[in-house]
């Protein structure tokens, strides 16, 4: 590219003294006479007036510049630069450029195929030029602080700031607009004809647009149009508005209505759902209203929060009530039903507090709110029982010792049996680790010098309730209050160089404010259970021992062999525990009216800290885990290191004896195991239960090895299997981690679905926005065709009273592939071969249709029967226009 410097520095001298100064200069060159105006007079010297006492004498006078001085034309620097030329007509005070041409002069820049600047009366114009093949090329780009179009052409007033464009091309926050012609009246306002507007990104040929005669234009600020229609696909449509207002915030977000969206039900009637607003708060916080009404009296209120502090903290919260009524008053289907659901979760950058945390996991309400529901298809969530929530808070304190405490409140919910169990709250309080024989720099080595001891603390208010009776008087009247002391003193050293010894001796003390009394009541001929209340406590005290090493073994096959090398690593490990008989803590009472049967009892029994034990335990415990691993050659020729691989990640194989057991002293063997295959894409785990007892027809264990009563050495009362395997075939992991439904305490993955929520269809798109390559847009057919899969497998076998049965059997698939790059489609399916049967199946299917985007799921079977449908624009601020369609099997 050319460029003529000699022409830039001669303009910016020119630009920078003005042409008033060269006209001056050019005077003084020439010295031309101008009459002056008026002449100096003086007073006459003592040498004048000796020579003329009378006369006065005319003095010469300096020739003023009778040239008008001109106000300087431009009021900064001008930097231009062209292809083929750039050309100064001095006399029409025009600059011409031409040939992919560049002009920039005060908050202007300017590019296009020919650019012509009048600094005389303060305009530039700029249009496109025609190429080789005569087609037009080289459009203007014209830009503005921050604004900037394409036009097929512009003229623009420096000084008064006001242009006119044609065919102009902009962008203004999600919109694109294109207009015949446009008139800048100012910097803040515009007024454009004939134009178009869309989210598309070919704003020429979009899939859709709006087309307007007038429009009144305020970047940054908004959009106002007279009568606007919408068109799709080159085909006007019957969509027409009189008048539209449309933002354009900077900001993030804007408060607005969301608008509802129709459908229908069997059960209920005809329905608008998810019609609210939504209220930006701040940068920080925003709030979502909506609502559901059904034309059977059924209705729906809804609240949504995110809130975040970029380094302080992040969260949401999701608040939902409905009242559900099904079939009419009168019917034999007639039922109302009121639930509720309330989830928040809350997590605080570690920057903002390196010493105190706040979080939050909540998720509870109604038992049967994902299964009854009428605005969300939680089929994941739907399919799992339990809901849990945690609420902590924690603190160090930087003392000597070091001290910790926090605050947890906890909710367990088993949505079968409808039972809650809740704490509210735990309060946990710890010192750290006081070596008493140590000095704090010191290395901590031998039996003294390891001597600590600790101190925690453990105290809960806790709750046992149902569904029906959450948050209610009667749940706090059985509040259980105890507090847990505990002080272990430990140590560990070891002994034989290669066994690694440590023991311990732990002193736990409980208190109670609610204990029990059990005695016989004549009249009503059975034994009573009555609370007492008030402060009580029992201690207990117990030790440990352990003492274990490492094992290394390694089986060499030869460096000339496939594999190499085997090794194989053995931690056994032998522990004591020794708890004494408190039986002072134990009363009795009698059984019957005679008072002859007696039972021992606690006072205790029952407690969250559970009760002190009647019987002394003098156990010794067993635990052998193995690891195997192997070298192979590489397949990778180039490496000369062999490469390790994984066979057994962990065999373990565990069991205790009581000495002091009269009966059954030996614990059944436990023998669990895991590996990985295919580089680690497939995880095996397996286990299982093995008693060396044998069993009565009556299926309770006695006091008889199973190997003298005519069986094997061991019993197997238990076995499992599982398996899981992902794998893929995609350029890169797909993330496939589905949150909402981990929310709602479902699976993170797809295996049993993907939960949808209708008002929020856009938000769960697997397409790529960012893909512009032309091989997305374009290629159809592909030979290989991305994929991902999950696949998981559960075995169980139970035979504790003889039965061996598989108890459970099933087979879990959830696959999603690119059919082509618009269109996607996934299923996730299984089987059960125990219940013979198809367990929950999905079928989804999902197509990007550039601006727009259309989604279909579908249940075939089963009680979550059903199906949705979406068709929208991706667009945030064209959210609204939109169709949905559901259907559910109620």
């Not at 006479?33 to 006065?56: C, G, L, R, W």
């Not at 609210?276 to 059977?296: E, K, R, W």
């Not at 205790?604 to 009647?614: D, K, Q, R």
């Amino acid at each position: 590219m050319h460029t003529n410097l000699f022409n830039i520095v001669l303009l910016s001298i020119f630009l920078t003294l003005g042409t008033s100064n060269l006209y001056s200069q050019d005077i003084k060159k020439k010295q031309t006479s101008i009459p002056a105006n008026k002449q100096e007079v003086t007073k006459p010297t003592e040498e004048t007036k000796d020579k003329n006492p009378t006369a006065e004498t005319t003095t010469d006078t300096v020739k003023l510049d009778t040239v008008k001085v001109k106000k300087v034309f431009l009021n900064g620097q001008v930097k231009y630069r062209a292809e083929k030329y750039a050309k100064i007509e001095q006399k029409k005070k025009l600059i011409t450029l031409y040939d992919k041409a560049e002009l920039y002069y005060q908050d202007v820049e300017l590019k296009s195929g020919i650019i012509v600047m009048d600094y005389e009366k303060n305009e530039v114009y700029a249009g496109r030029i025609k190429d080789s093949l005569g087609n037009y090329t080289q459009f203007p780009n014209f830009k503005q602080g921050s604004n900037e179009i394409q036009p097929d052409s512009i003229r623009f007033n420096f000084k008064t700031k006001k242009a006119l464009i044609w065919n102009s091309r902009t962008t203004q926050g999600e919109f694109n607009v294109k207009a015949a012609i446009t008139k800048k009246e100012n910097d803040s306002v515009y007024f454009l004809k004939g134009a178009r507007f869309t989210t598309a990104k070919d704003v020429d040929n979009p899939e859709y647009y709006f087309q307007t005669n007038k429009i009144k234009f305020i970047p940054g600020k908004k959009i106002v149009t007279g009568s606007t229609y919408m068109v799709i696909a080159g085909v006007p449509t019957p969509l027409y508005l009189p008048f539209a207002y449309f933002p354009l915030s900077k900001e993030t977000s804007v408060s607005g209505v969301i608008l509802p969206s129709y459908n229908d039900s069997n059960t209920k009637g005809f329905s608008l759902q998810n019609g609210g607003y939504y209220f930006a708060i701040s940068d920080h916080y925003n709030l979502t209203l909506t609502g559901d009404y059904y034309t059977n009296g059924s209705y729906a209120l809804a609240a949504q929060s995110s809130y975040a502090n970029r380094y302080h903290y992040q969260g949401n919260l999701n608040v939902r009530f409905e009242n559900n009524i099904v079939s009419e008053r009168g019917y034999p289907d007639y039922s109302k039903t009121r639930i509720y659901n309330i989830q928040w979760s809350h997590s605080q950058d570690s920057k903002a507090n390196p010493n105190s945390t706040l979080s939050a996991s909540v998720n509870l309400g109604s038992s049967e709110y994902f299964k009854q529901t009428i605005n969300q298809v939680n089929v994941g969530s739907s399919l799992n029982n339990t809901l849990s929530s945690s609420i902590s808070y924690s603190t160090v304190f930087h003392t000597v010792p070091e001290s910790r405490i926090s605050l947890t409140a906890t909710h367990s919910q088993n949505t079968n049996t409808k039972e809650i169990n809740m704490t509210l709250p735990t309060l946990q309080f710890s010192l750290d680790r006081i070596y008493p024989f140590a000095k704090n720099d010191a290395a901590k080595k031998g039996f003294i010098k390891n001597i600590n001891l600790q101190y925690n603390l453990n105290g809960k208010n806790s709750f046992v309730t149902t569904d029906s009776l959450f948050f209610k008087p009667e749940m706090f009247q059985n509040a259980d209050i105890g507090f847990q002391h505990s002080i272990p003193l430990s140590t560990n050293f070891k002994v034989f160089k290669y066994f690694s010894v440590s023991t311990s001796v732990n002193y736990d003390e409980v208190w109670y404010f609610k204990t029990i009394e059990k005695h016989y009541d004549n009249q009503l001929a059975t034994v009573v259970t009555t609370d007492v209340k008030g402060f009580d406590a029992f201690r207990t005290y117990s030790s440990s021992t352990s003492i274990g090493t490492t094992i290394y073994g390694t089986f060499n096959f030869g460096n000339d062999k496939k594999i190499k090398s085997i090794r194989h690593v053995m931690r056994p490990a032998i522990s004591h525990s020794y708890t004494p008989s408190f039986e002072k803590y134990y009363d009795t009472y009698a059984t019957d009216g005679s008072g002859g049967m007696q039972k021992d009892y606690t006072r205790f029994e029952g407690g969250i800290y559970g009760s002190p034990g009647l019987n002394s335990s003098n156990s010794f415990g067993f635990n052998l885990s193995n690891t195997f691993e192997a070298k192979v050659t590489d397949k990778d020729t180039t490496k000369t290191e062999p490469k390790k691989i994984m066979l057994l990640n962990n065999l373990n194989l565990s069991t205790s004896y009581d000495a002091n057991a009269k009966e059954l002293a030996w614990a059944p063997v436990r023998v669990s195991g895991g590996t990985q295959f295919f580089d680690n894409t497939l995880n095996a785990n397996f286990g299982a239960t093995l008693d060396p007892y044998a069993i009565d027809n009556s299926g309770n264990r006695i006091n008889v090895y199973n190997i003298n009563n005519g069986g094997s050495l061991f019993r197997m009362t238990s076995a499992n299997l599982t398996m899981n395997y992902s794998l893929t075939r995609r350029g890169e992991k797909k993330d496939k981690t589905n949150s909402q439904a981990a929310r709602n305490g479902g699976r993170e993955d797809d295996l049993f679905g993907s939960d949808i929520d209708t008002g929020s269809y856009r938000k769960n798109s697997q397409f790529n926005e960012d893909d512009k390559s032309e091989d997305a847009i374009s290629e159809f057919f592909r030979s290989k065709l991305p994929w991902d899969m999950t696949f998981a497998y559960s075995l169980t076998y139970g035979n504790n009273n003889r039965e061996k049965k598989i108890t459970g059997n099933s087979i879990m698939i959830s696959a999603n592939t690119d059919l082509t790059p618009k269109w996607k489609a996934g299923i996730s399916t299984g089987y059960d071969f125990v219940q013979n049967g198809v367990t929950f199946t999905q079928l989804r299917f999902e197509r990007d249709l550039m601006s727009w985007r259309m989604d279909f799921n579908w249940t075939p079977f089963g009680t979550n029967a059903s199906w949705n449908f979406y068709i929208g624009i991706k667009s945030g601020v064209l959210s609204d226009i939109k169709w949905e369609k559901r259907n559910q099997n109620f």
